[in-house]
């Protein structure tokens, strides 16, 4: 074969010449307006196929919808993000919906990046997963393109939102582990200090879950928090910090289980066994967690739903921008494996 | 706050008052076209900044660019695709492009709807990751919009690859196991039938070069293949058969690290150890190869660095959609761990 320049588009000028219509007509057959007869929709629909033809999106994004969603996911690494995606397609499945992802790297700046882009690109709706921005940014935003936000709380006047019950959540992890005899039990959080984040972010309410279980476990004297962040590296430094201290926790309550496997590596280093010396959970139940050689003691906020949950609200949103906005907040179930076991000696 | 509708757009109109020059000036600035004055590009940009004015991507898709780069990964699980990811962001990164993502899912009709959905939204470009879709349709794709492929072989007039030399890698394997004494050394791989993909697609390249490999060092006899697939799954079921084979091997190359982990799972299952009964590696050396409690012996094929290719080899073609095809194709090495030990007995 040889190189040859990029074949001419086929036009709706070429789609109306075939169908031997006007373009008006082949206009309305494509805009699913009314006064195209089924005889005409049928003529106009064999000579898309037959030329090929595929209405340029940028064409279609200037008179109305592009079916393009939009998700931000804050990372590609973390792999509970990938049931939520699932969950986002399996929703959208056999409509017009096409689903593009971006990552927002946990950052405000790249956050609003990403997001810019996707309003740029004419998208109808956006999922944001997770995000740190400002709260006022988020419906600013949500005021201009309809808005999802998935996994933070808090009421807003512009977007839906789903998120799991992350205090009970806590909650489940920390009851598990004072039935199995654990008052050592320690907390790796992300670290926060804005003001609302602290109110909304999910890492937050875990941390604020686990000090009032503990509390109310009356392990109040207990509560003992690595404060790092939600990466593999964050559950390295968090676990190794707290095994300097003396006593040691005798159980660690990670905060999502990409955090648990950095406190699995920790450990395994300082050569004390999981979970003969010290017990680890984590949160999201993620594929890792199933993992046989892993076998995570972990709790499950079922992503899939989530991302359901969240298409439907959007493209309900999409259709009644105006509606009022929905919270869904989901319970979650504790799913109990092999790193976690009573406590032997104190 | 009360809801309110979304607030109007600000259009170039609106620039050309506030900046008070003609709105063809305003396009002169934005197109970075000739004959627009530095006085009136300051003029124009600060009248920009001031009302938050954005280009409508739909609109600049009408008259050219839209600095939209499309990416079609196979699936989001595989930790081996977010590293390519890094790569192709951090090479863009000051760029104005910005990259969009979107599941293959491994499959020709779910892969046509991604390509077909990325051109319809005008993209720049495309990087299409490991596709499985005919050959035919990857150039004719290429022609309509600058494409690249990553990992997959063979030339094509069209579009321009990166990939890894699969046939090293898989050598790399056999040759680390036979030093260490293994003889009955099996290959977990991904299943194929296609005539072309057979001679193209990177888990075909590792089958041969295993094969070739286990001839070179005199082990013709012993080559055993399970034929599965490059999933966890894939990994699991291809051990439990290698197994239940008289006799078993003492060391499992899967074709990809995910592929390793379900290996692991049906070898701890079995009640054996590894390395102590069974030697394992895998092809990727992503980040869970490292992850100390699995600690896998693994073929590094820089990630990164062929995300980067990739993505310099775009951006070239979209300034030049009539340069030659280039294929890039690097040299992989062994990131030799735990996993992999000394032949004990026969």
Known sequence: MVDKPAPRRVTII??????????????????????????????????????????????????????????????????????????????????????????????EKAEARVIDAMIDRSMDGLVLIAPVSAKTRLIEVARRVPTVVVGRHGSSPAYDSVADDDVAGAALVVDHLADLGHRRIAHIEHHETDRVRLAEMPNARRADGYREAMRRRGLAGFIDIASTSYTHDGGYRGAKELLSRAPRPTAIFAGADVVALGALEAIAEAGLSVPGDISVAGYDNSALASFGPISLTSVDQDGRQMGADAARLLVDRIADRDRRPVQVQLSPTLAVRRTTAAVSLE
């Open 14 to 107: 070429d789609v109306a010449r075939h169908a031997q219509v006007s373009t008006t007509a082949v206009s309305k057959v494509l805009r699913n307006a009314y006064g195209a007869s089924p005889a005409m929709r049928a003529k106009v629909q064999q000579a898309i196929a037959e030329l090929g033809y595929r209405p340029s999106a940028a064409a279609r994004g200037l008179r109305g919808q592009t079916y393009t969603i939009g998700v931000m996911i804050p990372e590609l690494r973390n792999l509970f993000f990938a049931d939520i995606l699932d969950g986002i397609t399996a929703q959208l499945a056999g409509t017009d919906y096409q689903v593009l992802i971006a990552p927002g790297c946990n950052g």
